[in-house]
C-alpha cells in the first residue's frame, strides 16, 4: 500500500493566506482610510487569541484544538504562512519613553501579525518592511523591526541606519535586556523594572507566545504584587484573551473598568472591548458545538450573519465558516455581491480577501488578476501591494507544484521533472522548490540525498534562528520512507515550535492522521503479504472507519477480497475505481492486483499489459514493481512463441539415461496456437543389474500440437506424432497456470512409459487418462494434486495398468519481498499401484536377456524336475515384471523449500525432504536445487539438480541422481 505526497507548503497558503488580509485590509481602511461602507460595523475587534502547542509530546486533547475545522481563533489561525508580507499598518504615537516594544493595543492587526512573523521571517524580508514602514514614517514599527533584525544580526548596516534616523528622544532599552529581566522573574527573583516586565509580556504576545505572557504576569503578580493591586492588569486580560480564555479575560476586563485606580482611557478601552469579548464567547461557542463539523460550522455562522448583517466579526466568523468548509465559491459569491452594493468602488477594502477566496477555490487565473490589480492601484498602500506582489509570485509556483504533484500522482515522470526544472530556473529561492525537490528525489529512489538536502537546509536556518519552512517535507520524505515514528517525530516539531503560525501547525494535525492512516495501510500490507488475510480484514475496517471514501483504503478492500479468493469481485471493485481515475493517469495504487486478478481469470493479455504498466511506469512502490516484473515472465511462454530446449539425466542403479526434450509454440492467432516437439531418449543400461538385452538403447518420437483458448482462461489442445513403430495422440483441457487455481484433464494414446530405465529402454507406452490440480486454498495455503490411470504395452502386448496420485499441501511461512525469499514448508504424498500380468508377453520375453539364459543352462534339469520346470518361469516373470514397473510406492513426507528471486536476472530454489517409505518400510529423504538466468528479457537458461535416497528401480532401494539443464528463448 502506498501512501500518496499532498503539498503542504500549497495547503499553508490555503489555509493561511485565505484570511490574511481580511482583518488587515478592513482594519485598515475602515479605521485608517475610513472606507467603510454603512453596512459593517468599524468596530475594531480584539486581538484574537491564538491556541498554544503543548509541550512533546503533545497531548490528544490540544492536538484536537489545533485542528482547523475546529479552531477556537480567527485571524491568527488564519496568518500567511512564514515568509509571507502582510498588509500595511496605521502609524501610532512615537514610543513612550524607556519603552523597548510598544504597547500592543495601539498597533493595528496588521502591526501585530508583521510583529508575532518578525522571529520567522527571513532577515531581508524584515529589512525590506523596515524600509517600508521608514516611507510610511511609522516610528513604532521601524523601531519593532531595527530590534529584531539587530537581535539577530547586530551589525547590520541597513537597521543601524535606521536606528540612527529615530528621534535621540526615544529611550531604548539594549537587546537582550527584556529577556533577562524576564528570566529574573521566571527564577523567582524580584525586580524593580516591573514595567518592562509587562512590556516584555507584550512582546511576547505579539510573537505569538501568549501562554508564556500569562506565565510571566501570573508570576510577577504572585511574587511582587500578592494582595496589593496590580497595575498591569490590563496586560494580563490582553493576554488571557489572546490565549483564548474568554470568561477570564471578560471578568478581567469587568474588574478593569470598574476599578477607578485604572487611568480612564484605560476603563474606557475595557469597557469598549466587553461587547466584543462577548461576542467572541459567542462565537467560539458556536465553534465547539460545530467541532469536528464544517457544514454545521456554516449554518451557524449564517444564522449570525442574518441576526448581525452589518457587525464585523459576524462577516469573518462567515468567511472562515466558508472555509473551513472549502465553499470557496460561495465565499466568493459573498464578497462580489457585497462588492457590487457597495458600487465597486475602487480600493475596496475586502479586495484582497475576494482574491484569496479565488485562490482557495484554486480559480488561480482570476487570483491573478486579482492581485495583479492591488499591486497596481495606488489605492493600496506599500505593504499591502507587497503582499500581493509576493502573491503572485505564490500562485505560480503553487501552480507549477500542483501540475508537478499531479505528475507524480499520475506516474508521470516527464511531467513531474519538468515541473521541477520550471522551479528550479524561475524560482529557484522559494522554500517550495526545495520541498518539491526534495519530495522527487524520494519517489525516484534517493530519499537518502532528499533528506541530507532537506537536513543541511534545515541546519542554515536553524543557524539564523529560523524556523524551517520545509519541516512538513521532512515528515513526507520519511512517511515515503515508510518510516512512520521518525515522520510522526518530524511533524510533532512542527507543532511543538512555537515559530511555526497556526495554519501549519494545522496542517502538521492532519499530517498526524495520515502517517497513522498510512502506517495502519502498511500493517495491513504486511499482513497480507504475510498471510494473515484475517487480521487483513480486521485492519480493513479500521481503515473503512478512518477514511471510507480514501482510493487507498477501496483499493486495500479489494486485495482483501483477492486473498479471500473472490477474484471477479476484487476484479469489478479494482476497474471501478480505476475507470474513476482522471483521463491520462498513470499510477494507479491497485494496479498491481488488478493485474493479478486479471491473470487469476485467465485475461492474459490485459494481466501482462497491467504489469507492464507497473515495470515500466513510475512512481510505483518496489514491492509492487518486484512482483510486476516476475509476474510478466511467468506469463510470457502463455503469450509469445517461444522455443524450450530441456535435457534431463539420470543415474541410478540400472544405469544411466538421457532424455532431450525440443518444443516450439507459436503466438496466438485469433484465440489459435500451434506446436511441435521433438524428443529423444538414450539408456545406458548397466547389463549386472537389470534383465533387459544389450546395453545401449535409442528412442525417437516428434509430433505437433494445435490449442485453442477460450474465455477466463480455458483451453483445449490436441497433439498428434509417432515414434518407431506407432503414432502419438492425445488431447487436453484446462485452465491456464496462474497465481490462483489451475487445472487440466487429459488423455494420451502410446505414450513413453516413464516408471523405469530399463522399461524406456525396450520402447514401453502406456495409454494414460490423467489430470492435474493447484493453486491456492488461501494466500498461506498452497496445494497441488495430479494423478492418472494407465495401461502399460510393449510392442502391443498388455503389460498391466495401475494408477499414480502424487499430492502436496504447503504452508507458506514467509511470502517473497525483494528482500527476502519465500519459505514453505509442507506435508507430500505419492502412492502407485500396478498390477501386471501373471506372465511375461512374448514383446518382453524377445528383449530380456536373463529370461532366455536358465533355459538352456539348466534344459535336463527341467525335464527330470517339473516341480523345477513349473516353479522357475512364474518366479522369473514376476522379477522381471517388478524391475519394469514397480507393483507399489507408498511415501509419505514432509518438505521445506525455500524460494528467492535475486534482482531482474537470478532465481533459485532449494527444497529438502524427508519421507517414510511405506512399501520398504523405511525412512528416506530427498533433496533438490535450482537456479534459472536471463540471459535477456527473451532469453533464458536454467539448471537443477535432484537426489533421492530410494530409487524404485528393481526395489533395491538404491539412491537415484536427476539433473536438469534447459533453456527457453521467446521470439
Known sequence: MKTKYHHKASVNVLAGCFFALLVATFVLHAEDNKLVTEKVSPTKPTVVPAQQAPVVPPTAIAVEELRPATSASVPDSLLPPPGAPVAAATSPGPLEDGEEVQRPLPFSEQELRVLRSSASLPIEQLVQLMTVYEKLENVAMMDALVRAILKRDPTNEEALRVQGTL???????????????????LKGEKVEDTDSVALQANALVMEGRAIDAVTLLEKLQKQQFAGAWFPYLDDL????????????????????????????????????L??????????????????????????????????????????????????????????????????????????????????????????????????QAISASPAYDPVTRMDADSMLVEIKVTQIVMDGMSGIEQGQKSRAEAALKRLETDYPNHPDTLGYRALLLAKNGHSDEALQLLMAKKSEAVAQGLPF????????????????????????????????????????????????????????????????????????????????????????????ELAYNQVELAYEQLSAIKAAMPIGSMQF????????????????????????????????????????????????????ANGTFDTLFQDDN??????????????????????????????????????????????????????????????????????????????????FANPGIYWSLGFEGNARGMQSSSLAAINGREDRVQFQVGGVITDRWVFELDGNYFWSKVGGDRLGQGFTLNGA????????????????????????????????????????????????????????NEEL???????????????????????????????????????????????????????????????????????????????????????????????????????
Do not use: C
Open 654 to 735: 540400472e544405469g544411466q539415461a538421457l532424455t532431450t526434450e525440443v518444443r516450439y509454440a507459436s503466438g496466438w492467432h485469433n484465440n489459435w496456437r500451434f506446436g511441435a516437439f521433438g524428443i529423444m531418449d538414450l539408456q545406458w543400461l548397466d547389463e549386472t543389474s537389470t534383465f533387459v538385452e544389450g546395453a545401449n538403447h535409442q528412442r525417437y518420437e516428434a509430433g505437433v500440437s494445435v490449442q485453442r483458448r477460450f474465455s477466463k482462461g480455458r483451453y483445449v489442445e490436441a497433439h498428434i506424432g509417432g515414434y518407431g513403430d506407432g503414432v502419438l495422440y492425445g488431447f487436453e483441457v484446462g485452465k
Open 809 to 864: 499441501v504447503d504452508y507458506i511461512i514467509k511470502a517473497e519481498t525483494p528482500t527476502r525469499a519465500e519459505w514453505s514448508v509442507g506435508y507430500y504424498a505419492e502412492y502407485q499401484r500396478f498390477k501386471g500380468r501373471s506372465s511375461l508377453p512374448p514383446s518382453v520375453r524377445r528383449e530380456v536377456r536373463k529370461a532366455l539364459q536358465p533355459q538352456t543352462q539348466v534344459k535336463s534339469a527341467l525335464a527330470a
Open 469 to 560: 519552512t520545509q519541516q512538513d517535507s521532512v515528515a513526507d520524505v520519511y512517511l515515503a520512507r515508510k518510516e512512520f515514528d521518525k515522520a510522526r517525530s518530524a511533524t510533532y516539531e512542527i507543532i511543538n515550535e512555537p515559530s511555526y503560525d497556526l495554519s501549519m501547525k494545522q496542517s502538521a494535525v492532519e499530517m498526524l492522521d495520515e502517517i497513522a492512516l498510512a502506517e495502519l495501510m502498511e500493517k495491513g500490507s504486511i499482513a497480507l503479504q504475510d498471510g494473515n488475510r484475517r487480521d487483513a480484514r480486521v485492519i480493513l475496517g479500521q481503515l473503512q472507519q478512518i477514511a471510507p471514501q480514501s482510493i487507498d483504503v477501496r483499493v486495500f478492500q479489494a486485495e482483501v
Open 589 to 640: 495504487a491497485g494496479q498491481n492486483a488488478l493485474a493479478m486478478a486479471q491473470y487469476r481469470l485467465g485475461d492474459l493479455e490485459s494481466a501482462d499489459r497491467g504489469f507492464e504498466e507497473i515495470e515500466r511506469g513510475w512512481g510505483y512502490a518496489v514491492e509492487d514493481v518486484f512482483d510486476a516484473f516476475w509476474q510478466r515472465r511467468a506469463l510470457a511462454p502463455q503469450l509469445r
Open 869 to 971: 520346470r513349473g516353479a522357475l518361469p512364474a518366479d522369473f516373470g514376476s522379477e522381471v515384471m517388478d524391475s519394469l514397473i514397480d507393483p507399489e510406492t507408498n511415501r509419505h513426507g514432509v518438505r521445506m523449500t525455500v524460494r528467492k528471486h535475486f534482482g531482474d536476472r537470478w532465481a533459485a530454489y532449494v527444497q529438502g525432504r524427508v519421507y517414510y517409505a511405506a512399501d520398504d518400510k523405511s525412512v528416506e529423504y530427498a533433496a533438490s536445487v535450482g537456479a534459472e538466468y536471463y540471459l535477456s528479457q527473451s532469453a533464458l537458461i536454467y539448471a537443477e539438480l535432484r537426489y533421492d535416497s530410494n530409487g524404485r528401480a528393481l526395489g533395491t532401494g538404491s539412491g537415484v541422481v536427476e539433473a536438469n539443464v534447459g533453456g527457453m528463448l521467446l521470439f
Open 237 to 272: 486580560a490582553e493576554a488571557v484573551a489572546e490565549v483564548g480564555d474568554l470568561n477570564r479575560a471578560e471578568k478581567l476586563y469587568q474588574e478593569i473598568s470598574a476599578d477607578t485606580r485604572f487611568a480612564l482611557e484605560t476603563r474606557q478601552e475595557a469597557m469598549q
Open 167 to 185: 528621534s535621540p528622544e526615544v529611550e531604548t532599552r539594549s537587546a537582550g535586556y527584556l529577556d533577562a529581566l524576564s528570566l529574573q522573574v
Open 274 to 371: 466587553l461587547p466584543s469579548i462577548a461576542l467572541r464567547k459567542r462565537i467560539a461557542n458556536l465553534r465547539q458545538a460545530a467541532r469536528g463539523n464544517p457544514a454545521q460550522l456554516v449554518v451557524s455562522a449564517e444564522g449570525l450573519l442574518r441576526e448581525m448583517p452589518n457587525q464585523y466579526e459576524a462577516i469573518v466568523f462567515y468567511i472562515e465558516a466558508l472555509d473551513k468548509a472549502s465553499l470557496y465559491d460561495r465565499a466568493v459569491d459573498f464578497l462580489t455581491e457585497m462588492k457590487r452594493k457597495e458600487g465597486n468602488p475602487e480600493g475596496w477594502a475586502w479586495e484582497p480577501t475576494l482574491a484569496y477566496a479565488y485562490y482557495g477555490g484554486r480559480k488561480f487565473d482570476e487570483a491573478l488578476g486579482r492581485f
